[in-house]
């Protein structure tokens, strides 16, 4: 048995023979208050020396989804990563409806193409070292 103000350590607790041990409960309760809404915004400055070899391009031709007829005049933005605040670069469509972006370092690029009479459309495009890829823009009216 323990007397008031008599400390014991881990060794005093033995059990005598025959008895039943007690078991102790502790209720604890932890709060734990988390904004669910947080934003998390990532950034890189990249700078890149490549050789004239090393660039990738885009090309594609750009048309008209229901009436699948090339347009021209359709002005195509560039975006490096995902569709970010300014294009890297910007061209318009020839005749046949034509495009090409070139001398791309490799990495991940967004197409954004408007016209007057169409909606625009995106699509996130991979290039790769000495990549040219080809890209078929269907815009909805």
């Known amino acids: 048995m323990i007397e008031n103000n008599e400390t014991m350590n881990k060794d005093d607790l033995v059990l005598a023979e025959n008895t039943t041990p007690k ?5 604890s309760t932890q709060l734990n208050n988390q904004d669910l809404d947080q934003i998390q915004f990532n950034s890189q400055n990249l700078h890149i020396t490549l050789n004239e ?10 048309y008209c989804h229901k009436s699948k007829t090339l347009i021209d005049n359709v002005e195509i933005s560039l975006y490096f990563g995902d569709l970010s605040e300014t294009p890297i670069q910007k061209v318009k469509t020839d005749k046949t409806g034509y495009f090409k972006f070139g001398d791309l370092p490799p990495g991940y690029y967004t197409l954004l193409a408007k016209c007057k009479e169409c909606e625009y ?18 815009l909805k009216s």
């Not at 078991?23 to 209720?27: I, T, V």
């Not at 070899?53 to 750009?62: A, D, F, K, L, R």
């Not at 459309?121 to 269907?138: D, G, M, P, R, S």
Request: hydrophobic share 40%.
């Open 53 to 62: 070899n090393s660039t990738g391009e885009i090309i594609g031709i750009v």
């Open 23 to 27: 078991a102790y409960e502790q209720a």
């Open 121 to 138: 459309k995106f699509q996130y495009i991979k290039i790769c070292y000495n990549e040219t890829v080809f890209k078929q823009l269907a």
